[in-house]
């Protein structure tokens, strides 16, 4: 069990946790941001999620400036989804996250181009520091650095279905992607449905979609936010019309 302050960067928690042998959070390496967050968010990558690693949350009641302690069950998460951003949104002011840590190293590979990227490297049984560093390359090389083209990383969220619509739209798109959630609910990649419906590299005023990751809406310069409202509720109409799917915003609009 690990303690960290809230305005701890995350990668640092990944790095520390890293290199001293400490399990679980190798593949939510490189996520921007502070731990503060990641327990807000749930932030997840690659298929591990912040909450397979948090014990527990202290934070301040802002109301009243009570110390409170909330545990993982607590915190009702969910896919990018935690009570912080509905019932106890600006209610609590969380200053630490307590992270619980594996001391086996059990890789998951299974997401993405993880185990392809390994192997490209003559990896087969990647150690933890060579799982991290793959996770890095990769994302180094899909995502756009934020210094560099203003972007909030994923802008939506991967749709979940029942297995119904997934069969419907896998028997119509030969070789869809996706990623089974359990026997009835299926992942279908919001990135793959945005470049199905032409938007990879293409934008709408000054506001775009990335060129390498349809997932990704990137600020192309001086564009607003509502240039970006406009792009992105462009994008939920083109994808409804053509898989009769709506996909969500990940990000937070303020
Ligand atoms: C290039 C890029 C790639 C990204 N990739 C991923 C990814 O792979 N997976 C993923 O999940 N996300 C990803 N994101 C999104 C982002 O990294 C996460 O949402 C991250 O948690 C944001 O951290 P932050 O510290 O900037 O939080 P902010 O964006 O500042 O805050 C997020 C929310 O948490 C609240 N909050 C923050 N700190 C506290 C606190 N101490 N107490 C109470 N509430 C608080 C804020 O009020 C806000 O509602 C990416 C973003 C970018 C730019």
């Not at 960290?4 to 390496?29: I, Q």
């Not at 009243?64 to 019932?87: I, L």
């Not at 650095?145 to 994923?154: E, I, L, R, T």
């Amino acid at each position: 069990f690990v303690s960290y302050g809230s305005g701890v960067t995350w990668d640092d928690v990944v790095a520390e946790s890293v290199s001293n042998g400490w399990h679980g959070a190798e593949n939510l390496s490189l996520i921007p941001g502070e731990v503060g967050a990641s327990a807000v968010q749930n932030i997840g990558a690659y298929g591990a999620e912040a909450k397979d690693l948090i014990f527990d949350v202290e934070a301040v009641e802002i109301a009243t400036g009570n110390v409170v302690r909330m545990f993982n069950a607590d915190c009702q998460y969910a896919y990018r989804q935690s009570r912080f951003k509905h019932e106890w949104k600006n209610k609590y002011l969380i200053t630490h996250v307590t992270y619980r840590f594996s001391r086996t190293f059990t890789p998951d590979l299974d997401y993405g181009n993880i185990r392809h990227s390994l192997e490209a490297k003559g990896i087969v049984t990647p150690t933890a520091e060579e799982l991290r560093h793959t996770i890095i390359e990769i994302r180094q090389a899909k995502l756009p650095d934020p210094k560099v083209m203003g972007n909030a990383g994923s802008f939506f969220m991967n749709p979940v279905v029942g297995r119904d619509v997934y069969e419907r739209l896998a028997a119509q798109y030969e070789g869809m992607p996706h990623y089974v959630v359990d026997n009835e609910h299926i992942k279908i990649p919001a990135g793959w449905m945005i470049e199905q419906c032409g938007w990879k590299g293409r934008s709408l005023g000054r506001a775009g979609v990335h060129d390498r990751q349809a997932l990704v809406l990137v600020n192309r310069g001086g564009a607003t936010g509502s240039e970006v409202v406009t792009l992105y509720e462009q994008i939920i109409k083109d994808v409804k019309a053509k898989f009769g799917i709506e996909i969500h915003p990940e990000v937070n609009v303020i």
